[in-house]
């Protein structure tokens, strides 16, 4: 049997381990992983779930990641738009970034939520696959990318990851009044009743629900806005009606407007947005 001075030595022990144990092994300090250059990075099963991937040598649970979402109507386009740009990050070195492709919009799907389940997927698979932080997130888009990356941003990030946007010449509002004026921009619009699957008439409470202008509050993230005056792909007025909500929900953000670009922008005017996008994804990724 156990008698009474056994049962105080085993006690005393017990506490001593215990009350020792977290100050005798504290945890390890962070340390500093190997740089990451991977292209063609599988994130689901489908063959255009693929990103490239970088992420500079340093911290993992510190870093910055740049999520770029390509372009092409919905329908088409691939990783190619951002290639330049995420070369550039590379030879920077300031945050880790994935370029990504998505799933394409087929006359049997939508893009919405299947596009923007494939930018969550790919967050979560550089987060799993690199241990990588994914708690500051800047998110860049063009054309159709712009309104996905924008979309996430305001409607499915409901943790408040991401801290910056670039939304470049991108639909934001299909509610638009001027999507919807006889002529040119009427027409233009068909070409998204197409892509989305049904007509506008009737179906105003889905257009909305699909356009990140309607999602827009004071926890919006800050958000930088390009655009060409002379785009007749995506009118001018999305740009300015983004601006103006976001001033009104008291969203830090900027707008560039260009009078003598398009769609396309004229190749000053891509240099000069690009400079203008570098210090703003600094000050709100990097607090500089």
């Given at each position: 049997?156990?008698?009474?001075?056994?049962?105080?030595?085993?006690?005393?022990?017990?506490?001593?381990?215990?009350?020792?144990?977290?100050?005798?092994?504290?945890?390890?300090?962070?340390?500093?992983?190997?740089?990451?250059?991977?292209?063609?990075?599988?994130?689901?099963?489908?063959?255009?779930?693929?990103?490239?991937?970088?992420?500079?040598?340093?911290?993992?649970?510190?870093?910055?990641?740049?999520?770029?979402?390509?372009?092409?109507?919905?329908?088409?386009?691939?990783?190619?738009?951002?290639?330049?740009?995420?070369?550039?990050?590379?030879?920077?070195?300031?945050?880790?970034?994935?370029?990504?492709?998505?799933?394409?919009?087929?006359?049997q799907t939508v893009p919405i939520p299947m596009q923007t389940d494939?930018?969550?997927?790919?967050?979560?698979?550089?987060?799993?696959?690199?241990?990588?932080?994914?708690?500051?997130?800047?998110?860049?888009?063009?054309?159709?990318?712009?309104?996905?990356?924008?979309?996430?941003?305001?409607r499915y990030d409901t943790e408040h990851h991401v801290k910056a946007?670039?939304?470049?010449?991108?639909?934001?509002?299909?509610?638009?009044?001027?999507?919807?004026?006889?002529?040119?921009?009427?027409?233009?619009?068909?070409?998204?009743?197409?892509?989305?699957?049904?007509?506008?008439?009737?179906?105003?409470?889905?257009?909305?629900?699909?356009?990140?202008?309607?999602?827009?509050?004071?926890?919006?993230?800050?958000?930088?806005?390009?655009?060409?005056?002379?785009?007749?792909?995506?009118?001018?007025?999305?740009?300015?009606?983004?601006?103006?909500?976001?001033?009104?929900?008291?969203?830090?953000?900027?707008?560039?407007?260009?009078?003598?670009?398009?769609?396309?922008?004229?190749?000053?005017?891509?240099?000069?947005?690009?400079?203008?996008?570098?210090?703003?994804?600094?000050?709100?990724?990097?607090?500089?």
């Open positions: 049997m156990i008698n009474k001075l056994q049962t105080a030595i085993f006690l005393t022990l017990v506490f001593t381990f215990f009350s020792c144990r977290k100050e005798d092994t504290p945890d390890p300090a962070p340390q500093p992983r190997e740089e990451v250059v991977a292209y063609g990075v599988a994130y689901g099963t489908d063959s255009l779930q693929i990103m490239d991937v970088y992420i500079p040598y340093g911290l993992r649970d510190t870093m910055a990641l740049l999520v770029m979402v390509h372009g092409g109507s919905w329908y088409t386009g691939d990783r190619s738009h951002f290639a330049a740009w995420f070369e550039y990050e590379k030879n920077r070195k300031q945050y880790a970034a994935i370029n990504i492709e998505y799933r394409l919009d087929t006359d494939d930018i969550a997927a790919a967050i979560r698979a550089v987060k799993e696959k690199y241990d990588l932080n994914i708690t500051k997130i800047g998110m860049l888009g063009v054309s159709a990318g712009a309104h996905l990356a924008a979309l996430y941003a305001y946007v670039v939304d470049w010449c991108g639909p934001v509002d299909f509610n638009d009044p001027q999507y919807h004026e006889p002529g040119h921009w009427a027409w233009i619009f068909s070409g998204i009743e197409y892509i989305f699957g049904r007509p506008y008439q009737g179906n105003e409470d889905y257009y909305a629900s699909v356009s990140p202008y309607f999602y827009v509050n004071a926890q919006s993230p800050p958000t930088i806005i390009l655009h060409g005056e002379q785009d007749t792909l995506v009118p001018p007025s999305q740009a300015i009606r983004l601006h103006e909500k976001l001033d009104r929900a008291g969203v830090d953000n900027e707008l560039h407007l260009y009078p003598h670009s398009g769609h396309i922008f004229e190749r000053q005017d891509g240099l000069d947005a690009f400079w203008h996008c570098e210090p703003f994804l600094d000050r709100h990724l990097l607090g500089h």
